[in-house]
């Protein structure tokens, strides 16, 4: 009878793979160790939206089999996590962007004929059916690309009249990620695991593994035949306290929330994102403030597009969410938030040029306007880390990026598949670190265009 399974860190990582744990392997007793309140982390931070929109098949595949334990969970509680599906609008100002539909068909590999829809010329958006209904069971899949400027008008009259195409991606929306961390949680602990309040300190040994927790009672020692490390932002350290390194770093991103009082962005607006770059508007007077600060100097240049928009919560509430997630730059979680004061504005003035009734906002940001952040742990090439580390017995389930939130129940289900010694779909060992041994992947990753950061 295999030993105990602990599982270091309770964000919406560690509860998937404890949750895929005890609903696919009937593991029983399993422990999730964190020093936090469960989902209080990065997870915390997640915009919480959805999309199997990538430009390689691997992620699309990933995504797509998230989005139906989604579905699945969502049908079996009555839709406790909320989950809808409005779509993600990729938007932008030029005509026939190519590079956008190859990426299209890149990322759908051989389902794409079937999932693209082209809506042009005459009669455009005849099939087309605009996002009325937030029911993900109602929506349709694939991808609709309007290329006709009266028919993106007459179903997204609130962007600018320059947007000459726009990416519909109907395998998209929005779920609560809390209240999936709940509904997991809820059915680890009837069959038998636990949340234990401590951060693991050192680990001795390969399978078994005596794991050193410092606890508010002090410190205990917890015994392990194996362990899964997915520690968020910090899953480099617990590697580091096995001797290993990963190739993942920090980076920190942010968002503005607040109650959009103007109604400046419809409650049915799917997730947009404006994918343009563009030089923000700035007065003399501002310019030469700017300029004065090396770290605000930045924003006077070309900067990139990204930037995104949606509505939050209920269909008649009024909050609104804009994030962009420009930042490049990795930092140590450790260290205090890099949180850029700046941001809020920033944000305000890139977004109001896709949706002009924001810019009654520059200046007059909503009090109780929420700005917050958290960090993107990643590769370089920005897919996950899912599978077995060097040292026998331990298994990693990090590297999530901006994709955790809709990437959980994969990832969860994959690494407790690894654990367990299941069946694996045709994608894990390209999600595994055993891919930095793949000359293949690794230089077709290089050679990729875009990285799906979003
Ligand atoms: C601004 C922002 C917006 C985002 N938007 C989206 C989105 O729209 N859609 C989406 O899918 N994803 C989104 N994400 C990404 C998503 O939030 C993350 O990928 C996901 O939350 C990562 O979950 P995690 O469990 O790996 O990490 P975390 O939630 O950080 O959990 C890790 C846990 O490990 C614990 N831990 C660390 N070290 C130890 C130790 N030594 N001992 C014990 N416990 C330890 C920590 O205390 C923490 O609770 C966004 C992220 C950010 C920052």
């Given amino acids: 009878?295999?030993?105990?399974?602990?599982?270091?860190?309770?964000?919406?990582?560690?509860?998937?793979?404890?949750?895929?744990?005890?609903?696919?392997?009937?593991?029983?007793?399993?422990?999730?160790?964190?020093?936090?309140?469960?989902?209080?982390?990065?997870?915390?931070?997640?915009?919480?939206?959805?999309?199997?929109?990538?430009?390689?098949?691997?992620?699309?595949?990933?995504?797509?089999?998230?989005?139906?334990?989604?579905?699945?969970?969502?049908?079996?509680?009555?839709?406790?996590?909320?989950?809808?599906?409005?779509?993600?609008?990729?938007?932008?100002?030029?005509?026939?962007?190519?590079?956008?539909?190859?990426?299209?068909?890149?990322?759908?590999?051989?389902?794409?004929?079937?999932?693209?829809?082209?809506?042009?010329?005459q009669g455009a958006g005849a099939s087309y059916t605009p996002p009325v209904s937030a029911a993900w069971d109602q929506a349709p899949d694939g991808v609709d690309v309007l290329c006709d400027q009266a028919l993106i008008r007459r179903v997204f009259p609130t962007y600018a009249p320059d947007v000459a195409t726009v990416l519909h991606i109907r395998r998209a929306g929005a779920i609560s990620g809390q209240q999936l961390g709940q509904v997991m949680l809820e059915a680890i602990?009837?069959?038998?695991?636990?949340?234990?309040?401590?951060?693991?300190?050192?680990?001795?040994?390969?399978?078994?593994?005596?794991?050193?927790?410092?606890?508010?009672?002090?410190?205990?020692?917890?015994?392990?035949?194996?362990?899964?490390?997915?520690?968020?932002?910090?899953?480099?350290?617990?590697?580091?306290?096995?001797?290993?390194?990963?190739?993942?770093?920090?980076?920190?991103?942010?968002?503005?929330?607040?109650?959009?009082?103007?109604?400046?962005?419809?409650?049915?607006?799917?997730?947009?994102?404006?994918?343009?770059?563009?030089?923000l508007s700035w007065s003399e007077e501002e310019r030469s403030i700017l300029a004065e600060d090396p770290a605000a100097a930045r924003l006077l240049a070309p900067m990139p597009g990204g930037i995104h928009c949606r509505p939050d919560g209920a269909a008649d509430g009024q909050w609104i969410k804009l994030g962009w997630a420009y930042n490049t730059e990795a930092s140590d979680p450790h260290a205090d938030a890099p949180s850029d004061p700046q941001f809020p504005d920033t944000v305000l003035r890139a977004a109001s040029r896709l949706h002009p009734a924001l810019k009654a906002y520059i200046g007059h940001l909503p009090r109780g306007a929420h700005h917050y952040g958290g960090y993107y742990a990643m590769t370089a090439e920005n897919w996950p880390l899912i599978g077995p580390m060097q040292t026998r017995g331990a298994y990693l389930a990090g590297a999530m990026s901006g994709f955790g939130t809709m990437a959980a129940c994969a990832a969860g289900s994959l690494c407790a598949a690894w654990v367990m010694g299941g069946a694996l779909p045709s994608y894990a060992p390209a999600l595994s670190p055993g891919r930095y041994q793949d000359t293949a992947i690794m230089s077709e990753l290089a050679a990729m265009r875009t990285r799906g950061v979003l």
């Avoid at 942010?254 to 404006?274: E, G, N, S, V, Y």
């Fill in 1 to 121: 009878m295999p030993g105990p399974v602990i599982v270091i860190g309770a964000g919406s990582i560690g509860i998937a793979v404890a949750y895929y744990l005890v609903r696919h392997h009937r593991v029983r007793g399993v422990i999730l160790v964190d020093p936090l309140d469960p989902m209080s982390l990065t997870s915390a931070q997640s915009g919480e939206n959805y999309r199997n929109w990538w430009p390689h098949p691997v992620m699309t595949a990933f995504t797509d089999d998230s989005i139906g334990l989604l579905e699945q969970i969502s049908a079996e509680s009555g839709n406790r996590i909320n989950m809808t599906r409005r779509g993600y609008a990729l938007v932008t100002r030029r005509a026939a962007p190519t590079e956008l539909i190859d990426d299209l068909h890149r990322g759908y590999g051989v389902a794409a004929g079937q999932l693209i829809r082209i809506h042009e010329g």
């Fill in 189 to 279: 602990r009837a069959a038998g695991g636990r949340l234990l309040r401590g951060r693991v300190a050192a680990i001795e040994g390969a399978a078994p593994f005596a794991l050193a927790v410092q606890t508010a009672d002090g410190p205990i020692t917890l015994r392990a035949d194996r362990l899964v490390n997915a520690a968020g932002p910090f899953v480099g350290e617990v590697a580091a306290l096995l001797g290993e390194t990963l190739p993942v770093s920090c980076v920190y991103q942010q968002k503005i929330a607040f109650a959009d009082r103007h109604a400046a962005i419809p409650r049915t607006l799917p997730f947009t994102i404006d994918l343009d770059g563009q030089e």
